[in-house]
């Protein structure tokens, strides 16, 4: 069966943010077709390849505070225009965990946050509906951050809320996936890419890319 022509994004965000669990490495992007994160994308915001701004004990053993990782609070801007058909807020941000004990606890919760609805998974999040058909899912949104509307219409670059650790998340960043309905639980995902950003390799000289998607661990940025 032939793959369906992309739905083509901007970059949700400003700066240099590096790609995780990118649909050019595997497909589906997130080991799972469920939730219609067949083709999703995570973006991390960094400061050169560093996506926090410290470690310490905590980093290799516990949960560290949110407000040490970069991208916490950065503006989450609309990929394209459309119409807000859904927003939900008011789930907390959790501490974040890089390490293996932290992350081995957390793994344990998984069953029970797929259990737990929209909220538990997706945290703080927008759906928005493309003119040109698709739905777009940005979440993990930070609490109280979301200043968009069901029913608002808004254009592309137009902020929706901030960067945060809410939902099924271990540290601050931004989960973007496409899909054929509004509701995630029933919903198919679909393929997209993104337009005019650069690649900063670890070596090298920056490459602008027309339209594509950013493969694993490559460190984009908006033209």
Not at 120 to 141: D, K, M, Q, T
Not at 161 to 176: A, E, R
Not at 194 to 208: E, N, Q
Request: aromatic share 6%; with cysteine; glycine share 12%.
């Amino acid at each position: 069966m032939a793959t369906a022509d992309p739905i083509v994004l901007a970059l949700p965000f400003r700066g240099t943010w590096i790609v995780q669990n990118s649909p050019a490495r595997r497909v589906p992007s997130h080991g799972t077709h469920l939730f219609a994160t067949t083709y999703a994308i995570d973006f991390v915001a960094v400061r050169g390849r560093r996506t926090a701004t410290r470690r310490d004990w905590r980093t290799l053993l516990s949960t560290e505070p949110v407000d040490r990782f970069v991208g916490y609070g950065l503006p989450v801007l609309a990929p394209g225009s459309g119409r807000v058909v859904a927003v939900h807020d008011g789930e907390p941000d959790h501490d974040a965990r890089r390490s293996q004990v932290a992350l081995v606890s957390y793994a344990l919760t998984q069953a029970a946050r797929a259990r737990g609805g929209a909220g538990a998974l997706a945290g703080n999040h927008v759906i928005l509906e493309l003119p040109g058909g698709g739905f777009v899912v940005l979440a993990h949104l930070r609490q109280g951050s979301i200043q968009v509307a069901p029913d608002e219409t808004v254009g592309a670059g137009q902020p929706l809320g901030t960067c945060g650790n809410s939902g099924n998340s271990t540290q601050p960043h931004v989960h973007l996936q496409a899909m054929d309905s509004a509701d995630p639980f029933t919903a198919r995902g679909l393929p997209l890419a993104f337009r005019d950003y650069r690649i900063r390799p670890r070596h090298g000289r920056p490459v602008d890319v027309p339209q594509g998607v950013p493969g694993e661990a490559e460190v984009v940025e908006p033209l």
